[in-house]
């Protein structure tokens, strides 16, 4: 995989190595009538480094959260990736058998879901939910994955980790939900996060909350982050380099800060000035 060379502070070169490369991915939805699809995605190119927190930025029904799905090979029945590659250390997702997905789900890739009430299985304790994931991921046994959930706990700051473990997913505040669920996405040391709008269902206070935990987690963890949102405010607060979904294709793309300060494409300055109204 190709890598870019960056000059460091000091002027010392240093490489930045690739992580996930998408290649001209294109998502097709079947339609009404049999045989007839419709493009979703239509040649999308993006690429996040190791270490880095990449944003993209689309509208609601853009097709933001449908490109994080096929990273992870959970593509709805009606869609398919019609062309392209998503490879990941070295490897096209899209090849994936089956049983390849599954280890890599959770493991290396996780994706924190938007609404975690309705990501989290409502019969089973939020401790139990994360204990299955270091099973299927771990060789731990089952004393050491209950102290290592009540380790994820604090790390993202939840109290009494003891006590929540036992309790039920609507037993917690959305703060709390959220928490946990990136206590489960990071319980088996991935290396690359999906977030789909993690803060958009948030007050003010808990968004500023989990933007400071995400960046935590990077410094920590040094794990990548690949933001879907339509929150400008979060994606200047957090990434690296944003990448703009609009007429199913990336339209603009570079460092956050320029893109937000100078944006190129009609799209991009719209949302812009949205957020400065």
């Known amino acids: 995989m190709p890598s870019i060379l960056s000059l460091g502070k000091k002027g010392r070169c240093s490489m930045r190595e690739t992580l996930l490369t998408i290649n001209h991915l294109k998502i097709n939805v079947r339609g009404e009538k049999e045989g007839q699809e419709r493009e979703l995605i239509k040649g999308l190119d993006l690429e996040v480094q190791k ?6 930025v689309g509208a609601s029904g853009s097709g933001k959260t449908t490109v994080g799905l096929s990273i992870l090979g959970l593509l709805p029945a009606a869609m398919n990736a019609a062309d392209g590659q998503i490879v990941f250390n070295n490897e096209d997702i899209l090849r994936f058998s089956p049983s390849r997905l599954r ?5 290396e890739i996780c994706m924190i879901f938007q609404e975690p009430l309705s990501a989290f299985n409502p019969v089973f304790t939020i401790g139990f939910q994360i204990e299955e994931v270091l099973k299927f991921h771990t060789a731990l046994n089952r004393r050491k994955r209950k102290e290592r959930v009540w380790q994820l706990f604090d790390r993202v700051g939840i109290p009494d980790p003891k006590r929540v473990a036992h309790q039920y997913p609507h037993q917690l505040s959305g703060g709390l939900r ?18 789909d709008e993690p803060t958009s269902n948030l007050d003010v206070t808990l968004q500023a909350l989990i933007i400071e935990l995400f960046r935590k987690l990077k410094d920590e963890l040094k794990v990548s982050l690949l933001l879907i949102t339509h929150d400008l405010g979060v994606v200047n607060a957090l990434t690296d380099e944003t990448a703009v979904l609009f007429d199913v294709k990336v339209v603009e793309s570079g460092k956050t800060k320029e893109v937000l300060a100078s944006p190129q494409h009609p799209f991009t300055d719209e949302l812009v000035k949205a957020v400065l109204a």
Not at 103 to 107: M, P, V
């Open 103 to 107: 280890q890599l789900r959770g493991k």
């Open 51 to 56: 270490s880095q927190m990449v944003a993209l």
């Open 178 to 195: 959220q928490r946990a669920m990136i206590a489960q996405a990071i319980a088996a040391d991935p290396k690359l996060i999906i977030a």
